[in-house]
C-alpha cells in the first residue's frame, strides 16, 4: 500500500476538483482549511465548505484556529457534516492566519498547539489528525538537547489522542520557498516511539519522488499538492509509475486532446460548484489552466496562453482548448 493523498488547499480543493482527483487514485482527499470562528458564528460562506459528497470518501476536513474551546466547537459542527477525517491545520504560514496564533503560529506556542489537540479530540468521535511544518524557523528546528523540534512534537501529538500526522517538510519562515526537507519527516518516522501513520508533504511531482519518498523516509502516505492543479489525473500517473496494481495504463489520459477533455470538465463542475455562475466558475478554475503541464512547454504560446486565461465564458475558453490541441495537440 502506497497511499496518494489530495493536499488541503485554499480556494482549490473544494468538491469539485476533489472528486476529479479522486476518480484518477487519490485515497484520501481534504478541503481546504475552514475557519473554526467563522463555523461557530454560522457564516453561510464558510458552512459551504463543508460540503462533501460520499462518492469523494474518504474525505478529511481541515479546520483551523487559535483557541481551544472555539476549535472544539467547530469540531462539533463539522462532524456533524460526517467527514471520515476531521484535520487540524498547524502549518499555514500566511500572516493573517499565523500571525494571529493560528496555523503554523501555534509552532511558537507548543502547550496552546497541544491544547487545541487535546480540546478537539475530546469533542468528537470522529478520528484527529493534524498537518503541521518542521518548525518555526530554521532556529528552531532543534531542541537544547538537539532532538529535532518536530520528533518531539509529533510525540506530542500523538499523546495528545490524534490519528495521523501530516507533515509539510518546510518551515513557517520558508513559506513555500526552497526544497522540502525530508530528512526529518523520515526522523520521525523512524522515532520507535510513534505509532501513528506519517503523512509525508512537499514537492512531490513525480513517481521517481513518490517511490524515493516511501522508500528513503518509509513514510505511510505521500500528501500531493501544487502537482494536482490541471493535473487530477497525476495520481493514477505516480501510481502507474510506482506499479500499483490497476493503474498500469489505465484511467490516465494519454493525449492532449485526453487531458483536455478532462480540463472541460472541471470548468463545467467549477461553474456548478460556483452556482451556476458562469463568470465566477471560470475564474476559479483559472488557476489551474494557468499550471496546468498540459500547456507548458508549447512553442509560441504566449497570445493563446493570455486569451485563455481572459476568457470569461464556456464557449470561448472551450474554443480556445479546441485550438490548442488542434495545433499543438499530439
Ligand atoms: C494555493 C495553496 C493553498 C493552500 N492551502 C492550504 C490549506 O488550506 N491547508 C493546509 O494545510 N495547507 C495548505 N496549503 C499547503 C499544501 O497543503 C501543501 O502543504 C504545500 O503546498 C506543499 O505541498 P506540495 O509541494 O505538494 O504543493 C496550500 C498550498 C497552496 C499552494
Not at 468538491?15 to 476529479?20: E, I, S, V, Y
Not at 479546520?63 to 491545520?89: C, H, T
Request: with cysteine; proline share 5%.
Amino acid at each position: 500500500m502506497k497511499p496518494l493523498y489530495l493536499a488541503p488547499m485554499e480556494d482549490v480543493t473544494d468538491p469539485a476538483f476533489r472528486m476529479l482527483c479522486k476518480r484518477f487514485g487519490a485515497d484520501r482527499v481534504y478541503t481546504e482549511f475552514v475557519n473554526a470562528d467563522a463555523l461557530v458564528r454560522d457564516i453561510a460562506s464558510t458552512t459551504r465548505k463543508l460540503t462533501i459528497h460520499d462518492e469523494e470518501r474518504p474525505v478529511a476536513i481541515q479546520i483551523y484556529g487559535r483557541d481551544p474551546e472555539s476549535m472544539a466547537d467547530a469540531a462539533r459542527i463539522v462532524e456533524a457534516a460526517k467527514p471520515n477525517f476531521i484535520d487540524i491545520n498547524f502549518g499555514c504560514p500566511v500572516k493573517k492566519v499565523a500571525g494571529k496564533g493560528a496555523g503554523a503560529g501555534l509552532l511558537r506556542d507548543v502547550p496552546k498547539m497541544l491544547d487545541i489537540t487535546r480540546a478537539v479530540v475530546n469533542a468528537v468521535h470522529t478520528p484527529v489528525t493534524a498537518k503541521t511544518r518542521l518548525g518555526w524557523d530554521e532556529n528552531s528546528l532543534y531542541l537544547e538537547n538537539g532532538t529535532p523540534f518536530i520528533v518531539d512534537l509529533a510525540e506530542r501529538l500523538q499523546d495528545c489522542g490524534i490519528q495521523e500526522l501530516a507533515i509539510h517538510g518546510r518551515t513557517r519562515s520558508q513559506m513555500y520557498r526552497g526544497d522540502a526537507d525530508w530528512t526529518l519527516i523520515g526522523e520521525v518516522k523512524n522515532n520507535p516511539r510513534m505509532r501513528i501513520p506519517i503523512i509525508g508533504n512537499g514537492d512531490v511531482r513525480t513517481p521517481e519522488r513518490a517511490r524515493e519518498c516511501f522508500e528513503h523516509y518509509g513514510v505511510d502516505a505521500i500528501m500531493v499538492g501544487r502537482a494536482t492543479f490541471g493535473a487530477p489525473w497525476i495520481f493514477s500517473e505516480i501510481k502507474a509509475g510506482l506499479g500499483i496494481p490497476g493503474y498500469r495504463n489505465t484511467g490516465i489520459p494519454q493525449t492532449m486532446a485526453d487531458k483536455v477533455a478532462i480540463l472541460k470538465e472541471h470548468v463545467l463542475a467549477s461553474i456548478q460548484w460556483c452556482g451556476n455562475d458562469e463568470r465566477k466558475g471560470i475564474v476559479h478554475s483559472r488557476r489551474h489552466f494557468a499550471a496546468s503541464p498540459v500547456f507548458k512547454g508549447l512553442f509560441d504560446f504566449k497570445q493563446t496562453r493570455i486569451a485563455l486565461l481572459r476568457a470569461e465564458t464556456v464557449e470561448e475558453v472551450f474554443k480556445i482548448m479546441d485550438e490548442i490541441v488542434a495545433k499543438w495537440g499530439n
